[in-house]
C-alpha cells in the first residue's frame, strides 16, 4: 500500500486505505469530531436505515418461505405445483430484477425491501422443504400412536425435527439479504449504509467505502448470532434432532 505496488488485473494497492484510516474513518461515523465531514457522525441514521430493510425483506421472507417449505416437504400435490414455478425463478440472479422493481415499485424502501426479500426467500424454502423430507416417518408414526393429529404433529414433530436445516436456510437467507441491500441501496436512494457506500465510490473516499464494508459484515454477523439465538428460545423444550454431519 505505501509504496504503490500494482498486482496482477491491475490491482492497485496505492489505492487500498491504511487500516488505521479505516478505524478512524469508522469512529468519525460513529461519533464525528475526527474527520469532520458531511459523513461524520451518520454512522446510525445509516445502519437504523439498512436494519429496517434488511430485517423486513427477511422477516417477510421468513414468515412466507417457512411454512410454503413445510408444505412442500410434506404435501406432494404442493410440492409439484410449486416446485416447476420456484425452479424456474430461482436461477434468475436478484440484481436482474432491479430495473423491473424499480419500474413496478419505483425507489425508495419497498424496492429495497422487495430486493432483499427475494434474495432470501429462495435459500428458505429450499433448505425447509428438504429439512422436512428428511424427517424420519417414525417419528410421525409414533406421535399417531399417542393420539397426535397430522395438523398437531407439524408442529409438534415435523417442525423441531426439522428445525436444524430450518436454521441453516435462514443463515444463508440472512447473509443473502446482507448481500443485496447494497444492491437494493444503489437505486437512488440517500440513506443507508449501501448508499453511504455508493456515494464514497462517487467521491473516491476508499476509507469509508471500506469502513461500509467492514460495518455490513459486523451487522451481518451480528444478525447470524441474534437468528442462532431466536431459535433456541423458540425450540425451547422440543425436541430438535441434532444436525448431521
Given amino acids: 500500500m505505501k509504496y504503490g505496488w500494482t498486482l496482477p488485473f491491475d490491482i492497485r494497492l496505492a489505492r487500498v486505505p491504511s487500516p488505521s484510516s479505516v478505524v478512524k474513518r469508522i469512529a468519525d461515523l460513529?461519533?464525528?469530531?475526527?474527520?469532520?465531514?458531511?459523513?461524520?457522525?451518520?454512522?446510525?441514521?445509516?445502519?437504523?436505515?439498512?436494519?429496517?430493510?434488511?430485517?423486513?425483506?427477511?422477516?417477510?421472507?421468513?414468515?412466507?418461505?417457512?411454512?410454503?417449505?413445510?408444505?412442500?416437504?410434506?404435501?406432494?400435490?404442493?410440492?409439484?405445483?410449486?416446485?416447476?414455478?420456484?425452479?424456474?425463478?430461482?436461477?434468475?440472479?436478484?440484481?436482474?430484477?432491479?430495473p423491473l422493481t424499480l419500474i413496478m415499485i419505483g425507489i425508495g424502501d419497498r424496492s429495497t425491501i422487495f430486493l432483499v426479500f427475494l434474495a432470501a426467500l429462495f435459500p428458505i424454502i429450499l433448505n425447509t422443504v428438504t429439512a422436512v423430507e428428511q424427517v424420519p416417518e417414525r417419528l410421525l408414526e409414533a406421535s399417531a400412536m399417542l393420539g397426535t393429529s397430522r395438523a398437531k404433529a407439524l408442529w409438534k414433530v415435523v417442525f423441531p425435527a426439522a428445525l436444524p436445516g430450518i436454521i441453516g436456510g435462514l443463515r444463508v437467507?440472512?447473509?443473502?439479504?446482507?448481500?443485496?441491500?447494497?444492491?437494493?441501496?444503489?437505486?437512488?436512494?440517500?440513506?443507508?449504509?449501501?448508499?453511504?457506500?455508493?456515494?464514497a465510490k462517487e467521491v473516491s473516499k476508499t476509507d469509508l467505502i471500506?469502513?461500509?464494508?467492514?460495518?455490513?459484515g459486523i451487522l451481518g454477523f451480528l444478525s447470524d448470532r441474534l437468528i442462532v439465538w431466536i431459535v433456541k428460545i423458540v425450540a425451547h423444550r422440543r425436541p430438535v434432532l441434532p444436525a448431521s454431519k
Avoid at 437467507?173 to 456515494?199: K, Y
Fill in 30 to 98: 460513529a461519533v464525528g469530531g475526527y474527520l469532520n465531514d458531511p459523513y461524520s457522525a451518520t454512522l446510525w441514521k445509516h445502519m437504523y436505515a439498512s436494519l429496517v430493510r434488511v430485517f423486513s425483506g427477511f422477516g417477510l421472507a421468513a414468515v412466507i418461505g417457512v411454512p410454503l417449505g413445510v408444505l412442500m416437504g410434506r404435501s406432494k400435490v404442493a410440492s409439484s405445483m410449486l416446485e416447476p414455478t420456484l425452479n424456474l425463478i430461482r436461477p434468475i440472479p436478484v440484481t436482474a430484477w432491479v
Fill in 173 to 199: 437467507a440472512i447473509g443473502l439479504a446482507w448481500a443485496l441491500l447494497v444492491v437494493g441501496e444503489m437505486t437512488g436512494i440517500t440513506v443507508g449504509l449501501g448508499a453511504m457506500i455508493t456515494e
Fill in 210 to 216: 471500506v469502513a461500509g464494508m467492514f460495518i455490513i
